[in-house]
C-alpha cells in the first residue's frame, strides 16, 4: 500500500495518547492513526450511545399512548391492506 505524508498539528495531550497507544498496540504511531481513522469511518453512519436512548425514549414515550382503535380493527385493516397489494395491482404493472 502506498503512502501520503501528511502534517497534522495535534495538541500536546493527543500527542502523549498518540504515543501510549503505540506503545502499548506495539504499532508505529502512523498505523494507530490509521486504525483509528479507519474505525472512526466505519462508526460515521452508526448511532451514538447518547442518540440511541433519546430514540429509545421517544418510543417508550409512543408505546404509553393508549390505542385509538381495536385488535380486531388493525387485523381488519391489515387484511385490506394485504388484499390491495396482491389483487389487480400487479397484473397491470406489467400488462
Do not use: C, W, Y
Amino acid at each position: 500500500m502506498a503512502t501520503v505524508k501528511v502534517t497534522l498539528s495535534l495538541s500536546p495531550e493527543t500527542v502523549e495518547l498518540l504515543s501510549d497507544a503505540a506503545t502499548r498496540l506495539a504499532k508505529p504511531k502512523s498505523q494507530v492513526v490509521r486504525d483509528a481513522i479507519q474505525e472512526f469511518h466505519a462508526g460515521i453512519d452508526r448511532l451514538s450511545t447518547a442518540e440511541r436512548v433519546r430514540m429509545l425514549a421517544v418510543l417508550d414515550e409512543f408505546a404509553a399512548i393508549p390505542a385509538t382503535r381495536s385488535d380486531d380493527d388493525v387485523q381488519r385493516e391489515l387484511e385490506e391492506i394485504r388484499e390491495a397489494r396482491h389483487s389487480d395491482t400487479r397484473q397491470t404493472r406489467f400488462e
